[in-house]
């Protein structure tokens, strides 16, 4: 247990000595929060993500799995008419611990290729994408305590020759307090090589990262769940995180969340369902975040538990 802290409080001061230099990191796809559930709660889902989802959030929870097989299918409608989903299986092997893969992809509209002489267009189009394809592994250290992390593949294609390659690892440790539901955890994410484009040299967006969530009301058939987080990435200032989620008899989820000191996200709110079709539990989520005067962002995601 304190050995594993250890690992993550000396690799969190890579991220902390950094100085804050905005723009100088690439993949910054990998920043945006996959899930509507988490994002519903201002991306404050550290302490609480579980099943495939947690690969990105919290690959150590995977280990707290309660059914054999969790996978998720992510999508976000971001800026311009670009697409952003995530895909993930997470498999509990009892004793032997717990494995998952994941796939996050980042796709361009169609665009035109434009240069000085012809600026509306050659006739040529492309298309640009970011892609993570991570594998992950988490056990549980006690019967409170899970350690875990994912091994990354990044590809970056811009344009042509416009390609790099890079690898990451993240790595976490989930802590159940046992009192009231409160989960705590801690993440560095994204720790890996840089890619180069022409003559600059671009680090990984890489995050040390807090969460702590309990209940704050609890009866027989609904509950109000609280969630605080920290992000401190290596390119900007630390963000703070706060969430709300209020749950009907297992079956109804409501949330809503707020980011404190984002440049451009503020508010954000959303709903769930969990519901069982042919003895499988299925859940069903959407999210709308609010960035400012760039507009909303919504999100929706299936999840299947069996």
Do not use: C
Not at 43 to 60: E, K, Q, R, V, W
Not at 101 to 127: A, C, H, N, S, Y
Not at 208 to 233: A, D, Q, R, T, V
């Amino acid at each position: 247990m304190i050995r594993i802290y250890k690992i993550l409080l000396v690799l969190s001061t890579v991220v902390y000595g950094q100085y804050e230099r905005p723009g100088s990191t690439s993949a910054q796809f990998l920043k945006i929060d996959i899930s509507p559930a988490a994002a519903a709660m201002g991306g404050s889902y550290y302490s609480i993500a579980s099943g495939a989802t947690a690969l990105y959030y919290n690959p150590a929870a995977i280990a707290s799995m309660e059914k054999r097989f969790d996978v998720v299918f992510n999508k976000t409608s971001w800026f311009a008419d670009i697409d952003h989903d995530y895909s993930a299986i997470a498999y509990n092997y009892g004793r032997y611990g717990s494995f998952g893969l994941l796939l996050t992809r980042l796709i361009t509209d169609e665009m035109k290729v434009r240069t000085p002489m012809q600026p509306d267009g050659t006739g040529e189009t492309f298309f640009a994408g970011s892609y993570r394809l991570g594998f992950g592994y988490a056990k549980k250290m006690t019967d409170r305590v899970n350690f875990g992390g994912t091994i990354n593949y990044i590809f970056i294609s811009l344009f042509r020759d416009f390609k790099q390659e890079a690898a990451t690892i993240e790595l976490s440790a989930d802590y159940d307090v046992g009192v009231r539901g409160m989960r705590f955890s801690m993440k560095i994410g994204n720790f890996g090589s840089s890619v180069k484009f022409v003559n600059e040299i671009y680090e990984m967006p890489t995050n040390f990262s807090f969460g702590l969530s309990g209940l704050i009301l609890e009866s027989e058939n609904n509950y109000l769940l609280g969630s605080s987080s920290i992000n401190k990435p290596n390119d900007g200032p630390p963000i703070g995180l706060i969430g709300l989620e209020y749950g009907l008899n297992k079956m109804i989820f409501l949330r809503g969340g707020y980011n404190l000191g984002h440049s451009t996200a503020t508010w954000s709110a959303g709903a769930g369902v969990k519901f069982n079709v042919s003895n499988q539990l299925i859940s069903a989520d959407i999210s709308f975040s609010d960035y400012s005067s760039l507009g909303i962002v919504n999100r929706i995601g299936l999840n299947l538990h069996f």
